[in-house]
């Protein structure tokens, strides 16, 4: 097995692209959960990714989603599960992030920032980026984003979905990712992961009511024995948030949300 998921590890920096819906996740419906944190991030061309919130204006997501002119919203979903709209209204990405390239080929650092037009509700919870931890290799994280079920299932996406996956362990070319996979299917065959719609998605530790947000989705693979051309069901790429910390702190600072914000709590 040790075997096939190195070979595995090869194949993803080949076949990867952007992460795009939870495969094999389950809704989540808790109005105390998730929704609480995560997001939708959406363009005025239609693309979709997710992001996780870092405070009551201000969401981390992958800097390859906010490469397009075009103007973003985020959507977050309220106790009663309905819809509500912001736009973005300011957003800092990565220094090292390379525009024009793709995540698969780890073109420095895949983070961004997006400054909202006003707050979120009390009835929302932002992630503490500080309180991130390390995962070792076979360390349970959980996925959530708002991507589609399967490739080809559009009209699936914008629902939140979450999943359970391993960390496999990390791979650094010009930047480091862990690695997460389905338990059970390592990467295989098709299991559990990320697909078209989770990019800039958090990967958490913990568990229910005291997750931890560890990093952001930034690609995905198809599985090592598929017969589709597909970069779901297979591996997880995660930029690691403790990795960045400093320039997730001052890029808050920047988008003018003030620091004590998260001391205070």
Known sequence: MRSVLLFTLGLSIALAGPAQAVLLGSESRDPQGLRRSVVSVENSS???????????????????????KASYRVMAVNQSFKRQTLKVVATTIHPAFVPGTTPRTQPGVDLAILKLERPLGSDFAPFDPRLAGKVDKEDKVTLAGFGVLAEKLKQTARVLRQTDLISVGSVELANRVLIAADGDKLADTTGAGACRGDSGGPILTGAQGNYQLFGIVSWSSGALHTNDKSACGGLTAVTPVADHIGWILEGAQKLNRAEGEWTKR
């Open 46 to 68: 239609g693309e979709l990714c997710s992001g996780a919130m870092i405070a009551p204006d201000l969401v981390l997501t992958a800097a390859h989603c906010m490469t397009e």
